[in-house]
């Protein structure tokens, strides 16, 4: 098997990668590697780099989801185990056992509803919300330097295109 060629400058490793299958396949159209091969290689560095902004604040990335799902609720940072399930998209045991496990670390509080006392309220704490503010910020951060290589009007035309995409999965 040939090694996979280096890319040169201007050039990434999924131009290599195309490269190779339309000489092996010239048959098949792969122009959608170019584009959503690339996606899934800058989710890769995505992944780490939000790995590395949690776990420098002693988060694990599925607590961040849900310190900022209450966080950008607004005061009083107050959602129902429901809210919680549809903002952060998992199943109802896995965010039971969520809401546990933040709980005994003091980042949230469970309570019953003032309004019907059958439903529960899971509140941030003072510490959670001082948690993932801190989260958030070493996140844009590592996001800022991902995107160095663009301009704005760039980011702005690739927010919107990647926007495009998603609305189709999403609708």
Known sequence: M???RRAGEGEDDVDGVVAAWRRERPDLDVAPLEVLSRV???SRHLDIARRQAFSDQGLEAWEFDVLSALRRSGEPYELTPGDLLRETLVTS???TNRIDRLAAR???TRRASPRDRRAVLVTL???G?????QALEALLEH???LLAGL???????LAGYLKALLVAFES
Not at 151 to 157: F, V
């Open 151 to 157: 301009s704005a009007a760039d980011r702005a035309k």
């Open 40 to 42: 899934s290689r800058l």
């Open 129 to 133: 919300r001082r948690l993932a503010d």
């Open 143 to 145: 996001e800022r330097e």
């Open 106 to 108: 003091g980042l949230l």
């Open 2 to 4: 040939a090694p996979q």
């Open 93 to 95: 045991g896995t965010m």
């Open 125 to 127: 704490t003072d510490e």
